[in-house]
């Protein structure tokens, strides 16, 4: 499959696989209950699978230090105000010292890159995740992570007006607003920003493009 790249490098960004999603026992916006376990599970099968093959994972964390960083994000004050709307515990979510910080456990290796300085659904605002794909030679993002339809969404269209070739992995994602946003975020992705594919589909088009590890090899 042609990526666009002369050659392709590939890295893994992880989006908010974190308690405060994917552990109902503490989470502030939570996944589905009957959805964190399969998303979890996809993930570790295409990390591992990803890392066999020598392709570094990224994980993205929300992390804020007060209330009036998210607060200070109009649309986001008003889901807070909503007692109908699905993020209207946005002002609670992840705050320094929540347990809701952490990465899930099974997902997380000792290896794995980890940037915390996520604040926006844009994982590229604000945080040194540019930085850290470009000092290892990375063009192509292979993304995953919730939700499908705000930061995953969000930060594949940043990284296609970045120049990076953006790869979603379609049952490494999901959303806490429902198959229809989930839907709707992957038709997007089609149509303008990058491709669309599952964890094995992708995993097998890095390996027959022959991609470059990281790091100068």
């Not at 989006?15 to 916006?29: C, E, F, K, N, W």
């Not at 979890?40 to 994972?57: L, M, Q, S, W």
């Amino acid at each position: 499959m042609n990526f666009g790249v002369d050659t392709v490098r590939p890295a893994v960004v992880a989006i908010d696989l974190h308690r405060g999603h994917l552990d109902p026992s503490v989470a502030t916006m939570p996944l589905a209950a009957e959805r964190c376990g399969p998303v979890i599970e996809a993930n570790r099968r295409f990390f591992d699978g990803c890392r066999a093959a020598g392709i570094p994972v990224v994980h993205l964390l929300t992390l804020y230090r007060s209330v009036e960083e998210i607060r200070v994000n109009p649309f986001w004050r008003t889901r807070a105000e909503d007692p109908k709307a699905t993020r209207r515990n946005v002002l609670k979510h992840n705050l320094w010292g929540m347990p809701g910080t952490q990465v899930m456990p099974e997902l997380l290796h000792e290896d794995d890159w980890v940037v915390d300085t996520k604040r926006r659904y844009d994982c590229f605002i604000g945080s040194d995740l540019e930085f850290t794909l470009k000092n290892n030679g990375i063009n192509t993002l292979l993304i995953t992570g919730v939700n499908t339809n705000s930061c995953v969404l969000a930060t594949t269209v940043a990284a296609c007006c970045r120049d990076f070739a953006a790869v979603v992995v379609e049952d490494c994602v999901d959303t806490m607003d429902g198959p229809q946003a989930h839907e709707n975020a992957l038709a997007c992705v089609r149509a303008a920003f990058g491709w669309v594919m599952s964890g094995d589909q992708a995993i097998a088009a890095m390996r027959a493009a022959g991609a470059a590890r990281a790091g100068g090899q």
